[in-house]
C-alpha cells in the first residue's frame, strides 16, 4: 500500500490546462489592466464604478477565456466585455431622470491652470458628441485603437468607423471654435 502511495504518478491532463489557462489570464490581465480602467473611468468618471467594471470584466474574460482565439486580438475583446459590462450595469439600475433645466448647477471645482481648463473643456465637447460619433473618437484617443479594431469593437464596417472618426473631429472643432468666438465677445 505505502508503494503505491509512492510510486511515480502521471499528470492530470486537467490540472495542466488549467495552469496554462492561469497563465494565460494572468498574462493578459498584467498586460491590458491599465487600458481597461483608463477606459472604464473615462466611461463613468467614477474611480470605484472603474474599479468594478474591470473587475467584472475580468472576471467574464476568465469564464470565457477559451473563446479567445487570437491572443493579438485580447485587447479588443476585452474592450468589448468592459463596454457590455458597463451596459449592464444601466439595465440593472434604473435611474430616476429629472429635467436639467429645472436645475441650476454651481460649478464647485477650484479654478485651475490654463491646461486643466482645457482639458475639461476638451472632455466637456466631447461629451457633448452623439454617442456614435463620441464612442470611435475615444477608443481611438484614450485607447489608441486603430480604424480595424474600432470597428471589431463596435461591430461596424471600417469606413463607416473612419467616416463617424473625421465627423467626430469636425463637430469637436466646430464647438471648440464656437466657444472660443463667444469667450472672445465675452471678454470684449
Known amino acids: 500500500m505505502i508503494k503505491q502511495f509512492f510510486r511515480k504518478k502521471k499528470p492530470d491532463a486537467s490540472v495542466s490546462v488549467d495552469m496554462n489557462k492561469q497563465r494565460r489570464y494572468e498574462a493578459l490581465v498584467r498586460a491590458w489592466h491599465r487600458d481597461l480602467y483608463r477606459y472604464a473611468y473615462w466611461l463613468c468618471h467614477d474611480p470605484h464604478v472603474a474599479e468594478d467594471l474591470v473587475q467584472e470584466t475580468c472576471l467574464r474574460a476568465w469564464r470565457s477565456l477559451d473563446s479567445l482565439q487570437d491572443d493579438n486580438a485580447a485587447k479588443s475583446w476585452l474592450i468589448t466585455i468592459l463596454r457590455r459590462e458597463n451596459a449592464r450595469r444601466f439595465e440593472r439600475k434604473q435611474l430616476d431622470l429629472v429635467d436639467i433645466d429645472d436645475y441650476a ?13 482645457e482639458q475639461q473643456m476638451l472632455r466637456q465637447q466631447i461629451m457633448k458628441l452623439a454617442p456614435e460619433y463620441r464612442e ?8 489608441g485603437f ?17 467616416t463617424r472618426l473625421f465627423r467626430a473631429r469636425n463637430q469637436l472643432k466646430e464647438q471648440l471654435e464656437q466657444q472660443s468666438e463667444r469667450r472672445d465677445q465675452q471678454n470684449g
Open 105 to 117: 448647477i454651481a460649478d464647485t471645482q477650484q479654478q485651475g491652470n490654463d491646461a486643466e481648463l
Open 136 to 143: 470611435p473618437l475615444v477608443l481611438q484617443i484614450m485607447a
Open 146 to 162: 486603430s480604424g480595424d479594431e474600432i470597428a471589431d469593437i463596435l461591430g461596424l464596417n471600417r469606413n463607416t468607423v473612419m
